[in-house]
């Protein structure tokens, strides 16, 4: 029977790649089990006829690789299913022939149908009554592959890989119209890219990875005939169980290539006395899966993913983005700097002995492109949160919810969803530069007593309330007197600040504040924040919103770039599998999707003016003005030992303390604060350590650089 089958399909072959008649045969014979009674031949013919004869145009998902600035470090890598296009012309011919060896020894003179096999398969399925043995060769299985990774439905899935006639003559049909389209060797470079050969890994570069921790190219008979053996049934020839059938698979692929002429006898029987040795290695796989010496990445690697998510240009929504950053192949180089993110956590972790409780963090980045080099933070990225301290916050430890410390992947420096923290006066920047945008000058004074009466109503017995108006007061009474932008900023004077927002408005310090980057974290600030209550919001100049160190120090950095707001950014390339930039389209022109994001939001010469006074700060001294006799933060520049500009921060009874600063080439801010429980104090014997980290932080990341210092401002904006 099966020589007549043969001799059947032999006078049929020419006919099978017109089309014409083909589906008699083949509904007879190509069927794992026998044709029911009730489809003869005819019908038989017609169903195949009216088959599809074009795969589906489809992007088979690759694996995105996610490094540091370098260009190796590697942070992550994104995937469903992990696979890394490889060339044919890049693999190790052992690779080829054990897999023609293993699956489809006349790969290269049948049509895409393999009819001895089908017959053969016809007759034995028969007598056992059961699918025993298949009949698919290369072609075929590549399209049921295709079929798969193409549907996008759940029964276009199941419809590709289910056993029923209706199937295979599908895949028999488009099998013999690809044969056509394709060369030999564009089928076999599909398969070897697409087919699943257990242990998540998908196409031959991720088994070569994962098996033997190698490239494929690198791969020796014995580990070519071993993945080769994988693909018929992973699970059941799983090489990392050390199992007989795993080993009995393996000898039986090197046997067949010696039966083929591809290795020696002599090379089979040494091969085959070999023992199963692997070096199996686990693919990271998102943020949770950062290098073990490197978990603080975790932090920086968040803010990554969800800047992705946020991006039009990989998608209409989330998750669409979310699947192009998993599937899309990319090779994407971030602004991470890892010498200089090691170097602050270091830095952080060695003041970071007392109360673990307080989350002390530092960030980092470049003004002119908004891209993020450092997001450090003394806390450990993991899940596992079993062995944590106890909570802060008196509600959540009776229920025994633990801390955030020493693991947590909460973004506490920003880029996620946390509201934040207070950051106190380090918001009079706003109030400043608004003031100075709407035309006023450096000289614009005011009298500023120890405590102050406001405009701004509260509601009777509010924070600081005299009868029915805010009243705040300075942090010292030497502070009262007569003070100018210059002395009001870098001595802190809340009460000269308060009376600068009044006469600027401070619906303008929040727009300003928003200009710059500043985004409403909770449903209390964004009413605050609206244009119905935004000029009643006499309090926001001392720093009563929530925000992110993310936030503060690329709001800083606008004035470092001398007025040019750019959006923060993890990224410095993003290329294709084929190794060119991805691009997107901005006001019809076609622009790198890496590319920084930035537009100008107020002049060079309120910029240069601004941070003339940041100067008076530090202990750096204005280039145009009199800083006055001391500073909140006069320990920086000589410790920095180069131009550096900043701010100072404290919210009541020093709850979180903050430093924010900059110099031409970089902007920086820290902040100490409970994440837990943010009415926890930081205590006033903390306030020096952001200014520690950002000075150090910015000390270190300069050290080679040559100096450069701040353009001073116009004579027009002083007076």
Not at 500 to 511: F, H, I, M, N
Request: glycine share 8%.
């Amino acid at each position: 029977m099966v020589q007549r089958l043969i001799s059947a399909f032999g006078r049929y072959s020419g006919m099978l790649r017109a089309g014409v008649l083909g589906g008699v045969v083949l509904a007879l014979a190509s069927l794992p089990l026998a044709v029911p009674a009730g489809i003869g031949a005819m019908k038989g013919a017609a169903i195949y006829q009216s088959l599809p004869t074009q795969l589906k145009e489809h992007q088979v998902g690759q694996t995105t690789y996610v490094y540091a600035n370098d260009g190796k470090s590697l942070i992550t890598m994104f995937y469903d299913e992990h696979r890394k296009f490889v060339p044919l012309s890049s693999l190790n011919p052992n690779v080829v022939n054990a897999v023609l060896a293993a699956e489809d020894a006349r790969f290269y003179s049948h049509m895409g149908v393999d009819f001895q096999s089908i017959a053969r398969a016809f007759v034995a399925n028969r007598q056992q009554g059961e699918v025993s043995q298949g009949a698919s060769t290369l072609t075929m299985q590549y399209v049921r592959m295709a079929l798969r990774d193409s549907a996008t439905t759940a029964q276009e899935a199941v419809a590709a890989t289910e056993q029923t006639p209706q199937r295979k003559l599908n895949e028999i049909r488009l099998a013999i119209k690809l044969e056509g389209q394709w060369t030999k060797q564009q089928i076999m470079e599909g398969y070897l890219n697409m087919a699943y050969f257990g242990h998540r890994a998908y196409g031959i570069y991720a088994a070569s990875q994962i098996f033997f921790s190698k490239e494929p190219k690198n791969l020796t008979l014995v580990e070519a005939a071993t993945l080769a053996g994988l693909v018929k049934a992973p699970s059941s020839f799983d090489p990392a169980n050390q199992t007989t059938p795993a080993l009995d698979r393996r000898n039986y692929v090197i046997r067949r290539m010696a039966d083929l002429g591809f290795i020696t006898t002599e090379q089979a029987n040494k091969a085959t006395a070999e023992p199963i040795k692997l070096k199996l290695s686990s693919p990271p796989r998102d943020c949770g899966s950062v290098p073990a010496a490197n978990r603080d990445w975790g932090f920086f690697c968040d803010f990554f993913k969800n800047w992705w998510m946020q991006q039009p240009a990989f998608g209409p929504n989330p998750v669409a983005r979310l699947d192009k950053l998993r599937t899309g192949g990319f090779k994407v180089v971030t602004s991470l700097d890892p010498n200089l993110q090691a170097y602050s956590m270091k830095d952080l972790l060695s003041r970071s002995k007392t109360d673990m409780r307080l989350a002390y963090g530092n960030v980092v980045v470049q003004p002119g492109t908004g891209r993020v080099l450092v997001m450090s933070v003394n806390r450990v990225y993991s899940m596992d949160q079993s062995k944590n301290g106890p909570n802060s916050d008196p509600i959540k430890r009776s229920f025994n919810v633990k801390g955030s410390y020493p693991n947590t992947v909460a973004p506490l420096l920003g880029g996620g969803d946390i509201p934040g923290y207070q950051a106190g006066s380090t918001f009079k920047m706003f109030t400043m530069v608004a003031a100075l945008d709407s035309g006023m000058k450096m000289s614009k004074s005011f009298y500023a007593p120890h405590r102050y009466t406001s405009i701004y109503v509260v509601e009777p017995g509010g924070p600081a309330a005299c009868g029915n108006r805010w009243c705040p007061s300075n942090a010292s009474g030497s502070m009262t007197g007569k003070h100018n932008i210059y002395t009001g900023f870098g001595k802190s004077v809340n009460t000269y600040f308060v009376q600068l927002e009044q006469a600027v408005g401070s619906d303008k310090a929040v727009r300003m504040a928003e200009k710059m980057g500043l985004v409403w974290h909770t449903d209390v600030d964004r009413l605050h924040a609206s244009p119905k209550h935004a000029d009643k919001w006499g309090a926001f100049t001392l720093g009563v919103a929530d925000t992110t160190p993310l936030e503060m120090a690329n709001a800083y950095a606008t004035v470092a770039a001398e007025g040019m707001y750019c959006k923060p950014s993890p990224v410095l390339s993003i290329k294709t599998p084929q190794g060119a930039e991805f691009t997107t389209t901005v006001d019809g022109k076609q622009v790198e999707a890496a590319a920084p994001q930035c537009s100008r939001v107020f002049s060079q010469d309120v910029a240069r003016a601004a941070t003339d006074a940041a100067r008076c700060v530090t202990g750096y001294k204005a280039a145009r003005g009199s800083c006055g006799d001391w500073s909140t933060g006069s320990r920086v520049y000589p410790m920095m030992e180069r131009p550096i500009a900043g701010k100072t921060g404290t919210t009541d009874d020093t709850r979180a303390a903050w430093f924010v600063g900059f110099t031409p080439e970089l902007a920086a801010a820290s902040f100490i604060a409970d994440p837990d429980y943010v009415k926890n104090v930081a205590g006033d014997g903390n306030y020096n350590m952001p200014l520690d980290a950002v000075t150090n932080s910015l000390k270190y990341a300069l050290k080679d650089k040559p100096v450069r210092d701040f353009n001073p401002p116009s004579s027009d904006i002083l007076n």
